[in-house]
């Protein structure tokens, strides 16, 4: 097998392969991939690339023996050393006598469970609580048990080296962050797009003192969020309404927020997103956007992420996205570059899924464990390389009419 698959880069194999009889080949020094039997090969025929792999691994035909992040790190190196090509006539025909010597031409295994399988019009209200509800109604036990105590599902704001300074308290610090460049006060009626569990709502109108209206598609999150403001009290203060972005009315609001919600939204969609947050938001009041992005010259997502992290993810570069916004009314007031500190919120969560990993299959199941396992070692490792980005845009509607952003 070995062969086959260098043949696709240049240089030395970047891997070294274990087959389901035992056997080796490969650099001793390189990554191992253990190849537990042929319907692994069968995924990749089926769709060759990144998708054939990535279901190879989440239905458990192929592993990487150590660290993950490393090995997939090692590999990428590897790529952007050597490169990739086209393998030459006659390796074609050596890999195809080798498929069927091994037996692995036949019928493509079944594929993931946890694969989305999304259906009709892109970016119909339909379509879009589908993809939300793939990802984010997989149960609130899952995201309880991988994030911290204030359930926040974005990148944290890492302000300490210290070794008592947790994932809570990066959360925290985010939260607080968001809370002061919106300048909510007593009373402040903030707009949260994209709620998730509720961990800026909550923590605006505790520690803020504001009134909250969160906004999700998610069945599950809603129900979640006004639990958690009953518990604490905030069941006054906090109102979470079950809509898309383009439903939402009312206001005008004191300020708006939408926080990793942005990457979900199409490229035509955006303008829309844009002119909303326009409309919704009080003249002279401030929007604040927290939202990934991709190198100019980078993928972003993949199709990995897209079947079973984010489906219908649309990721562009951080200038196009200020350029829409700006193209919306809104005045661009400054930028804060987080890159970094994902590196961190990633490892965090995913040394939580390692440490507790048989736990964590008992709860989501071995296909959905071992798809969380490639998305946050790839997800760090995507951010730590600069082929993922993500930043807060502070941006703030123009006081008169007319001035122009």
């Known amino acids: 097998m070995l062969p086959a698959a260098a043949s696709f880069v240049d240089g030395p194999p970047p891997f070294r392969i274990r087959a389901w009889d035992g056997s080796e080949a490969g650099p001793d020094d390189a990554p191992l991939v253990i190849v537990h039997d042929r319907d692994a090969l069968r995924h990749v025929l089926a769709r060759p690339g990144e998708l054939g792999l990535a279901r190879a691994y989440v239905a458990g035909h192929l592993d990487v023996e150590g660290d993950l992040t490393d090995a997939l790190r090692r590999v990428w190196a590897h790529v952007r050393t050597h490169g990739t090509r086209v393998p030459r006539p006659g390796e074609w025909a050596r890999t195809a006598r080798t498929l069927l010597a091994l037996g692995a031409v036949g019928t493509p295994p079944p594929v993931p469970e946890c694969e989305a399988r999304m259906s009709g019009r892109l970016h119909t209200r339909e379509r879009d609580a589908d993809a939300v509800s793939h990802h984010y109604d997989s149960g609130n036990d899952l995201y309880a048990f991988l994030l ?19 994932l809570a308290d990066a959360q925290h610090d985010k939260l607080d962050l968001i809370c002061r460049k919106l300048e909510l006060s007593e009373g402040d009626h903030l707009l949260d797009l994209g709620c998730g569990w509720g961990s800026l709502a909550l923590h605006a109108a505790r520690h803020h003192g504001a009134r909250v209206t969160a906004v999700t598609l998610s069945k599950e999150q809603r129900d979640h969020v006004l639990e958690r403001a009953a518990q604490a009290g905030l069941g006054d203060r906090v109102q979470v309404l079950l809509s898309h972005f383009r439903e939402v009315a009312g206001g005008p609001y004191d300020a708006v927020a939408t926080v990793e919600m942005g990457e979900h939204v199409g490229e035509a969609e955006y303008k829309i997103l844009a002119r909303q947050l326009h409309t919704l938001v009080r003249p002279g009041g401030p929007v604040l956007v927290q939202q990934m992005s991709r190198g100019a010259d980078q993928p972003g997502g993949g199709p990995f992420i897209e079947r079973y992290v984010a489906p219908d993810m649309h990721m562009r570069p951080l200038g196009r996205t200020i350029d829409l916004l700006e193209g919306g009314g809104l005045e661009t007031r400054g930028v804060q570059a987080l890159r970094e500190h994902y590196v961190r ?40 390389e600069g082929r993922m980005g993500v930043d807060q845009i502070l941006l703030r509607r123009p006081e008169h009419p007319g001035v122009q952003a």
């Open 148 to 166: 911290d105590a204030s359930m926040a599902y974005s990148c944290a704001y890492w302000t300490s080296d210290a070794d008592d300074y947790t």
């Open 345 to 384: 919120t990633a490892r965090a969560w995913l040394h939580t899924l390692e440490t507790r990993f048989d736990e964590f299959t008992a709860l989501a199941g071995d296909e959905r464990a071992r798809m969380w396992r490639l998305y946050l070692a790839g997800g760090a490792l995507a951010f730590e």
